[in-house]
């Protein structure tokens, strides 16, 4: 009997980062199976149950506008919906859906089983099948083997995971799920560097026996926005989310419990994530600040499982009730899970290329916490890529990648291929030098044509896109063009927005001041309040006229940028034997193997004099080339 299955793409993991993967590279015509460890936990947030957020968001529509599903699956199943930081700059504006997680989960199954090309299958690959350095397939934990010409690994917290509850400890990826052995040896044994990372989540508890009336009441906004740039969202009702804070005493419980932390005793080696500490690494590292935000955020419509925001810990059960026992509103609270650390294996993705390949195995493609991440989206956007690629790489086409300019998809990749990095990478809108162009609302402008030309945008879509991009330039041009004259009735309106006109000004010109929009433009201008444009080629347009100086000099940096991006390194370049470089540069530059002189500028420790000796030595060598 034949027990070996063939495929063209295996996708290790069904978290955000492998359930994407699997559905570009079937979409896109490969015979793909995609394994988990348990296949009723497809699509989970081990997390929190949200999608979005700052920089989040823009991910999220960035995966939307090349093809990919998180920013449908989100759309479909929201709790409640929020646009965060409306009264800041469309940079920072971002959107984030409280997700109702079973429904999630639920809806991403579907899309799954419902997708042509697609398998599933619960089983644990604990090892590689390779000749001659190039992929051939997965082998799993009872010894049956599926052949792939390409293989994606996204195993999230599995390899080797370790739970920790105060000073116990126990093998798990997640609370309830084993881990995943036999991968981190076989990557290992094939010359792979592994390290360890940690995590952690706070307790879920029970609505039930919450006091909400000492809650402060967070509710999503009146004005859905949506995260898909697909048509027919559907509006569901919203449930509110709620505030507390930490008191003295939870301070005080935590300060005499620390001892009970694992991570103080020294039990967990594997670094945290910075921007999602720990409660006790809130109390500890601000001890100034007497008090926390902790927001109560419910997991479901149909489930009284309550997320505690901002309260994740490793100390003891028992320490626990009394931390969450001591908030203003839960001093009567049943937890349903106990909040954990987990530590895990990660493979720094210094070893993989900008296409998410690794450097060692062709074949081979790595996304998600595996790459030392930390997020949902930020695994999406990476298993997106990976998908589209391994698919890439069976057809033998050019892999594709992203430029920092491009997108934060660009961006998160390149910091993790080219950055050495100790702790959690988390997606930030500060780890892009262009914001500005990188904005959630124009994510569909930068990337659809991309996406159309990969294969996953169909036509429908793609006509929708054009007619949009029309109307915004048309609606631009207009405003540009179309000069008012002031009289006494339009300055009685701009009064209401302190402002007034003496002179003749175009709409263009009246958008920029600080104090008017578009809403003001459609009160003084008869052809704009006829127009039934969308709200989002409104809001591009304004945008786009409002922020046009910042975003020329913002385009002007790309250009420059680009001329080192241009610079192509050769591979056979042998950094040992360029004795003007300093040491550290030689090694980091010799270990990463950058692609472009910007890619090397990027790399910690190697200064700009090295660069420009670089520089120099390319340009010679091209020289050399030339005359030969
Ligand atoms: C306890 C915890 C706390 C977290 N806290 C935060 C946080 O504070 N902030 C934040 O942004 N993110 C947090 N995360 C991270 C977030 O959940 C992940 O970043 C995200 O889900 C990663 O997606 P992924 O697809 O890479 O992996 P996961 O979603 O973890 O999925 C991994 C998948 O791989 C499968 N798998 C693993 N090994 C194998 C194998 N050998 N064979 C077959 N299948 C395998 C698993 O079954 C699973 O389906 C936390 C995660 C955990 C577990």
């Known amino acids: 009997m034949n027990t070996t299955f063939e495929y063209d793409v295996i996708v290790v993991g069904g978290g955000h980062a492998g359930c994407e993967a699997a559905v570009a590279a079937s979409r896109l015509g490969a015979k793909t199976l995609l394994t988990s460890l348990n296949i009723e936990n497809i699509a989970t947030m081990p997390c929190n149950p949200a999608i979005g957020g700052p920089a989040k968001s823009c991910l999220v529509r960035e995966i939307d506008a090349l093809g990919g599903i998180m920013g449908i699956a989100a759309d479909a199943t929201y709790l409640q919906m929020k646009m965060l930081n409306l009264s800041k700059g469309p940079a920072v504006r971002a959107l984030r859906a409280q997700s109702d997680k079973k429904e999630y989960m639920k809806f991403v199954r579907e899309l799954l089983e419902n997708q042509e090309n697609l398998y599933i299958k619960q089983c644990t690959v604990s090892d590689l099948m390779v000749h001659d350095d190039r992929i051939c397939g997965v082998v799993d934990e009872l010894g049956l083997q599926y052949r792939a010409k390409a293989v994606i690994l996204t195993t999230g917290t599995s390899l080797n995971g370790k739970i920790f509850i105060g000073l116990q400890s126990f093998p798990?990826?997640?609370?309830?799920?084993?881990p995943a052995i036999g991968l981190s040896d076989a990557l290992i044994k094939l010359g792979f560097t592994v390290k360890k990372l940690k995590t952690g989540t706070p307790a879920r508890v029970d609505a039930r026996t919450i006091d909400y009336s000492k809650l402060i009441i967070q509710p999503g906004d009146e004005q859905l926005n949506f995260f898909s740039f697909e048509p027919n969202r559907p509006v569901r009702e919203q449930i509110p989310c709620y505030l507390t804070r930490t008191t003295k005493q939870t301070h005080e419980i935590i300060l005499a419990n620390l001892d009970k932390s694992p991570l103080y005793a020294g039990l967990i080696g594997g670094k945290g994530p910075r921007y999602c500490p720990s409660i006790e690494d809130k109390v500890v590292r601000f001890a100034h600040n007497d008090s926390h935000h902790i927001f109560i955020e419910p997991e479901g419509k149909n489930t009284y499982e309550t997320y505690v925001q901002g309260f994740s810990t490793s100390l003891p059960a028992d320490v626990q009730y009394k931390m969450l026992r001591s908030l203003p509103?839960?001093?009567?609270?049943?937890?349903?899970?106990?909040?954990?650390?987990?530590?895990?294996?990660?493979?720094?993705?210094?070893?993989?290329?900008?296409?998410?390949?690794?450097?060692?195995?062709?074949?081979?493609?790595?996304?998600?916490?595996?790459?030392?991440?930390?997020?949902?989206?930020?695994?999406?956007?990476?298993?997106?890529?990976?998908?589209?690629n391994a698919t890439r790489y069976c057809d033998n086409k050019e892999l594709i990648t992203l430029s920092r300019s491009s997108s934060y998809t660009g961006t998160l990749i390149d910091d993790l291929v080219t950055?050495?990095?100790?702790?959690?990478?988390?997606?930030?809108?500060?780890?892009?030098?262009y914001r500005l162009i990188l904005?959630?609302?124009?994510?569909?402008?930068?990337?659809?044509?991309?996406?159309?030309?990969?294969?996953?945008?169909?036509?429908?879509?793609?006509?929708?896109?054009?007619?949009?991009?029309?109307?915004?330039?048309?609606?631009?041009?207009?405003?540009?063009?179309?000069?008012?004259?002031p009289n006494e009735e339009i300055n009685k309106i701009l009064a209401e927005y302190g402002e007034e006109m003496k002179l003749s000004y175009t709409l263009a010109e009246l958008i920029k001041r600080p104090n008017l929009n578009y809403e003001a433009i459609k009160k003084i201008d008869p052809t704009a309040q006829e127009l039934e444009l969308s709200k989002e080629i409104y809001e591009n347009t304004e945008v786009n006229i409002k922020y046009s100086g910042y975003i020329e000099r913002q385009n002007s940096q790309i250009e420059q940028a680009d001329k080192l991006e241009k610079i192509k390194i050769p591979e056979d370049i042998n950094y040992q034997e360029i004795i003007q470089l300093s040491k550290e540069s030689m090694e980091r530059l010799s270990k990463i193997?950058?692609?472009?002189?910007?890619?090397?500028?990027?790399?910690?420790?190697?200064?700009?004099?090295?660069?420009?000796?670089?520089?120099?030595?390319?340009?010679?060598?091209?020289?050399?080339?030339?005359?030969?």
């Not at 798990?172 to 084993?178: H, K």
């Not at 169909?458 to 896109?465: E, G, L, P, S, V």
């Not at 090295?610 to 050399?624: F, G, P, W, Y």
Request: charged content about 30%; some cysteine; proline content about 4%.
């Open 172 to 178: 798990a990826g997640r609370l309830g799920e084993m």
């Open 329 to 388: 509103g839960l001093e009567n609270v049943f937890v349903l899970k106990p909040a954990y650390a987990v530590e895990y294996d990660y493979v720094p993705a210094t070893q993989l290329t900008h296409s998410l390949m690794t450097k060692k195995i062709e074949g081979l493609f790595c996304a998600g916490q595996i790459n030392g991440t930390s997020g949902y989206e930020e695994a999406a956007a990476q298993g997106l890529i990976a998908g589209i």
């Open 419 to 433: 950055k050495e990095m100790d702790e959690p990478y988390r997606m930030l809108t500060s780890r892009s030098e």
């Open 439 to 485: 904005r959630q609302d124009n994510a569909d402008e930068r990337l659809t044509p991309l996406g159309r030309e990969i294969g996953l945008i169909k036509d429908a879509r793609w006509q929708r896109f054009q007619e949009k991009q029309k109307s915004i330039q048309e609606e631009t041009h207009r405003l540009e063009n179309k000069r008012i004259k």
């Open 593 to 628: 193997r950058p692609v472009t002189l910007a890619q090397a500028s990027r790399i910690g420790g190697v200064n700009p004099a090295d660069i420009s000796i670089l520089m120099v030595i390319l340009e010679a060598r091209r020289r050399t080339k030339a005359e030969v």
